[in-house]
């Protein structure tokens, strides 16, 4: 039965600051304790959501998460009120108090490993929410992502939900963002991306940055999925690409139906790579290498070149969504150009703004969560999260509302932040028809 890949987009939370929270992320660090707009940030990810519907491709919302999350300063042993906590936790660690803050949810494709029902031996959609357990502001986040994926795919005839795979950094998963899905006319292949092997004692990988997913955990949801041999790939990254700022492989690589955009520094072994593929998928394998020479891994990092999307139009070709910032660049201009002017399947390219993400180390690619669906699986959905022109101005409106123009690490300490994102999250849950997602609903 043919599928369809939808976009299901995080909006940017309320809380949306510049921390520097992620190591290894090189942009998060350089705009560290810069101040954010989290209204703009919010405004600019829901325009580019609704240009991708305007151009006719499925979009869908994913909404953020309670932050700050007081469950978790609780936990940590502050007591008191919800006002007294907050002003403990500024005073004595800010940084704890920033990493609860964090809007980090908004990077959807962290959120979850998604595999089509037509790649599973029960033919139906399996979800596996990330455990994102190699830092700690991103580790708050499963079990609210796996109440908000329930709450969205909650058909048992068509969709299978696991538990994150166990805390511990010898399965350490951080979902989608190292994981892709290639197709020809006869078979699908799921990429499973990791830095580093949970049990081994050897230090062959990066030395500036850490290597985040394990193969463990790329071979534990290819189980849990019913994924037969021949359609779950491993390949590890590169430790040249991490080093340089790749904490996720789809900072250097994207891939969508038959077309693989890559960087020759991604994996480790590329050419041996690239014969498997091609051995499985045949002649219908579209690879659109780039070399270092061509784009720098420096450069391509810089302009998230790797991290655009690639998107199928309602004619079936396929259009490259790409930052703004490879507009800016020339070099890699000129290779967009190159690309769209060869012989393959990408026709065209759309450049957005999503500066305020990029600022924090997250391009198009990283703000959502790819799923490809039937048309049967597709209707089983909780329709309400599927963009349409009315809940684009329903949305538009509730930011503009509920949303700051400007935060800095100070405000984070503010009861009334807290208030005011509790009051937005819990309007949108109910705009989205959630039912109850976050703790403090309970």
Not at 14 to 29: C, E, F, I, K, Q
Not at 185 to 202: A, H, K, L
Not at 372 to 393: C, F, G, K, M, R
Request: aromatic fraction near 6%; charge should be neutral; glycine fraction near 6%.
């Amino acid at each position: 039965m043919p599928i369809q890949e939808v976009n299901f987009d995080g909006i940017v939370g309320p809380t949306h600051s510049y921390a520097g929270l992620s190591w290894g992320n090189v942009a998060s660090l350089k705009s560290k304790l810069s101040i954010s707009n989290p209204r703009e940030a919010a405004l600019q990810g829901l325009e580019k959501m609704k240009f991708l519907m305007d151009l006719g491709v499925r979009q869908a919302v994913l909404p953020p998460q309670e932050r700050p999350h007081l469950p978790t300063l609780r936990a940590l042993g502050y007591s008191g009120s919800d006002a007294q906590i907050l002003e403990k936790a500024h005073k004595e660690n800010p940084t704890i108090l920033a990493a609860c803050s964090s809007a980090s949810a908004m990077w959807a494709a962290n959120a979850a490993t998604v595999s089509p029902s037509a790649d599973t031996t029960d033919k139906r959609a399996h979800f596996t929410p990330a455990n994102l357990l190699t830092h700690f502001h991103r580790s708050i986040e499963p079990p609210t992502t796996s109440r908000i994926l329930r709450a969205i795919f909650n058909s048992d005839e068509h969709f299978v939900h696991h538990s994150p795979l166990p805390s511990t950094m010898h399965f350490a998963d951080e979902g989608a963002a190292n994981h892709t899905r290639l197709e020809s006319d006869n078979d699908g292949v799921e990429i499973f991306s990791y830095g580093r092997i949970g049990f081994s004692s050897e230090s062959t990988g990066p030395s500036r940055f850490p290597a985040r997913q394990t193969l463990e955990a790329s071979h534990a949801i290819a189980r849990r999925h019913g994924l037969i041999e021949k359609q779950a790939f491993f390949v590890q990254q590169s430790a040249a690409a991490i080093d340089a700022g790749a904490f996720h492989n789809d900072v250097v690589c994207v891939g969508h139906r038959n077309v693989l955009l890559i960087h020759e520094q991604a994996w480790s072994d590329w050419p041996a790579i690239r014969r498997k593929l091609a051995d499985v998928l045949g002649p219908q394998l579209h690879v659109i290498g780039i070399t270092s020479a061509e784009i720098s891994l420096e450069t391509a990092i810089a302009t998230y070149l790797f991290n655009s999307q690639l998107v199928t139009l309602p004619d079936k070709s396929i259009a490259l969504i790409a930052p703004i910032e490879c507009r800016e660049e020339a070099s890699v201009r000129r290779m967009i150009d190159s690309i769209i002017a060869a012989d393959n399947p990408v026709k065209t390219v759309h450049f957005v703004d999503v500066r305020q993400s990029m600022r924090n180390g997250g391009g198009p690619a990283c703000l959502r969560l790819r799923v490809a669906l039937t048309d049967e699986e597709l209707a089983a959905i909780n329709q309400a999260v599927l963009l349409t022109p009315s809940l684009y101005t329903t949305l538009r409106d509730w930011i503009i509302r509920n949303y700051r123009e400007s935060l800095q690490s100070a405000d984070l300490g503010d009861p009334k932040l807290l208030d005011e994102s509790r009051r937005a999250i819990d309007q949108l849950s109910r705009i989205l028809k959630l039912g109850r997602i976050y703790d403090f609903q309970f």
